[in-house]
T-cell receptor, first 111, second 111 residues
């Protein structure tokens, strides 16, 4: 059973607000990822980290930022939310190459 | 990474085997084939992966053709809970843990 948690599960917020999506895993995995997925569409990698103090941008350009200060924690921040940021954000972690464990996702709606 | 091609959708009767095909004709010798599934916008779930040999685990079997240009994921006795989008992904060995998800196959299991 994967132990990776995302909060909040659902968030409705106004334009211009700062938001942070939390992602935590208790498996001690070094590698963590953020994917973005619009309803019925493909998942797109927006950020990843291969360890503490390591972060990289993914294949899809995103205005969000991430940090990795602790192994178990990989939060994603939007400084000023806009309606175009409305989407589902999925966090994942892995130890073995290619075997990712995903959280349940955070569904963000920006009004 | 090699591109994959999957049918957009498939139907299967409950209790019957579901055979999901994937074409990866440009796959290289050091690229693995991974299968994930995503149930109704939850986080994707790892199913199985292989390089050359057929693989089986408690969830499914993976059959890779001898020339490695295609593969089939087999769910031996599909249930309603297997209704999901199934993703076939090719990952290069040593290419990091990043996975690129395509559009997948929507499998609908019906009574």
């Amino acid at each position: 059973e994967a132990d990776i948690y995302q909060t909040p599960r659902y968030l409705v917020i106004g334009t211009g607000k700062k938001i942070t999506l939390e992602c935590s895993q208790t498996m001690g995995h070094d590698k963590m990822y953020w994917y973005q997925q619009d309803p019925g569409m493909e998942l797109h990698l927006i950020h990843y980290s291969y360890g503490v103090n390591s972060t990289e941008k993914g294949d899809l350009s995103s205005e969000s930022t991430v940090s990795r200060i602790r192994t178990e924690h990989f939060p994603l921040t939007l400084e000023s939310a806009r309606p175009s940021h409305t989407s589902q954000y999925l966090c994942a972690s892995s130890e073995l190459a290619g075997e990712l464990f995903f959280g349940e996702g955070s569904r963000l709606t920006v009004l | 990474d090699a591109k994959t091609t999957q049918p957009t959708s498939m139907d299967c009767a409950e209790g019957r085997a579901a055979n999901l095909p994937c074409n990866h004709s440009t796959i290289s010798g050091n690229e693995y084939v991974y299968w994930y599934r995503q149930i109704h916008s939850q986080g994707p779930q790892y199913i199985i992966h292989g390089l050359k040999n057929n693989e089986t685990n408690e969830m499914a079997s993976l059959i890779i053709t001898e020339d490695r240009k295609s593969s089939t994921l087999i769910l031996p006795h599909a249930t309603l809970r297997d209704t999901a989008v199934y993703y076939c992904i090719v990952r290069v060995e040593g290419g990091g843990n990043k996975l690129t998800f395509g559009t997948g196959t929507q499998l609908k299991v019906e009574l």
